[in-house]
């Protein structure tokens, strides 16, 4: 059972433009939402995460908006820059003192043209 | 780099091989994973072990084996693999504290199964 749907699989956008990646959830538990960054070649990194406890979160150019109703979480990249190009995955956990599992998105694959 | 590494970076084997993936984290953490990453399907949790202890085996066949012979070390033993296992590999790490969630990915092994 697919608990965390990410969407679109593939975006496009012009260097200077809005990237938008949409992230929908099951479990209501969860308490933690990351989104981590894969270059090719490398594994992922964690670029930006929320808590449920806040309907936004900013860090630079990026920001993850929190739909707890909706249970929807989404990341928004401004001016987004050919260097942002790279698969993009949302992820879901619930805090545990034995380690976190996190339960990813299917990934977004976002390019960035000049 | 993330302070996780793996080796081999690269690995062809056939399916009456036997061989094994290595990661190594240098950031003090306790709690070690093996994820694997398909094409165009979400990260797979495999193995989470917490303190050297497996805290979950997330229904992987048993021609995968893993090992963790210390907080720093994790193994993963390969034998009589399938084609359909070809896919990466990779090695998480995170502190085994409640509320802190982030995991430190590896490069990844990328695994060719003939």
């Known amino acids: 059972q697919q608990q965390v749907k990410q969407s679109p699989q593939s975006l496009i956008v012009q260097k200077g433009g809005i990237s938008i990646i949409n992230c929908a959830y099951e479990?209501?538990?969860?308490?933690?939402f990351p989104w981590y960054q894969q270059f090719p070649g490398k594994g992922p990194a964690l670029l930006i995460a929320?808590?449920?406890?806040?309907s936004e979160k900013k860090e630079g150019r990026f920001t993850i908006s929190f739909n707890k109703s909706a249970k929807q979480f989404s990341l928004h990249i401004m001016d987004s820059q050919p260097g942002d190009s790279a698969t993009y995955f949302c992820a879901a956990s619930i805090g545990e003192t034995s380690g976190s599992r996190l339960t990813f998105g299917e990934g977004t694959q976002l390019t960035v043209n000049p | 780099e993330t302070g996780v590494t793996q080796t081999p970076r690269h690995l062809v084997m056939g399916m009456t091989n036997k061989k094994s993936l290595k990661c190594e984290q240098h950031?003090?953490?306790?709690?070690m994973y093996w994820y694997k990453q398909s094409a165009k399907k979400p990260l797979e949790l495999m193995f989470v072990?917490?303190?050297?202890?497996?805290?979950e085996n997330n229904s992987v066949p048993s021609r995968f084996s893993p090992e963790c012979p210390n907080s720093s070390h994790l193994f993963l033993h390969l034998h009589t693999l399938q084609p359909e296992d070809s896919a990466l590999y990779l090695c998480?790490?995170?502190?085994?504290?409640?509320?802190?969630?982030?995991?430190?990915f590896g490069p990844g092994t990328r695994l060719t199964v003939l």
């Open positions: 950031l003090g953490h306790n709690a």
């Open positions: 072990y917490n303190f050297k202890e497996q805290t």
């Open positions: 479990n209501t538990a969860f308490d933690y």
């Open positions: 929320i808590r449920p406890d806040v």
């Open positions: 998480a790490s995170s502190r085994a504290l409640a509320g802190d969630n982030e995991q430190f």
